[in-house]
């Protein structure tokens, strides 16, 4: 198992309300965003097993393949930062997937929910990238909110298909 970075939050619930709130970020939460964000893939995958609709299952696969990606370039740009790259850890490494993840009811409104906190992750990673100090990681961030965008919108048309 994959240590958590000191002063971590212990649980993925609680290291996404850390996250949410950060302007400035320090190494540490950039990798706890790492553990995050590779979290999110499984995440995603179970909310994709629960529903019903082919089309809705793929765009929520995609998103968590995605999460997966921005795993990796946050890890890259502690690279840049530090001269050292964080490991992505595989789901049975991921400290924030120890404990089962939570059931959630999928339907039109949890995935609208969720489309608003994808969008507002532009605005994170943008901050991020404007407080990191560093071009190149700065880009990975911007990288990485451009394609929070995309996640919402593809939250927006897997809940219109559920409630189609």
Request: hydrophobic content about 45%.
């Amino acid at each position: 198992m994959q240590p958590l970075p000191p002063g971590a939050p212990a649980t993925l619930n609680d290291a996404f309300g850390y996250i949410t709130n950060l302007k400035t970020p320090t190494v540490e939460d950039m990798m706890v965003m790492v553990l995050v964000e590779a979290a999110s893939k499984n995440l995603y995958e179970a909310l994709a097993d629960g529903v019903p609709d082919e089309q809705a299952k793929a765009l929520l696969r995609a998103n968590g393949r995605e999460e997966l990606g921005h795993a990796h370039r946050v890890a890259r740009a502690i690279g840049k930062i530090t001269g050292t790259d964080y490991p992505v850890p595989s789901a049975a490494e991921n400290p924030y997937l120890a404990a089962p993840l939570p059931k959630y009811e999928v339907n039109k409104a949890m995935l609208a929910g969720l489309a608003e906190v994808e969008f507002n992750g532009d605005n994170l990673y943008g901050a991020w990238a404007d407080h990191c100090g560093n071009a190149d990681a700065a880009a990975l961030f911007r990288e990485n909110g451009r394609e929070e965008i995309g996640h919402g919108k593809r939250l927006e048309q897997a809940s219109a298909l559920l409630a189609a």
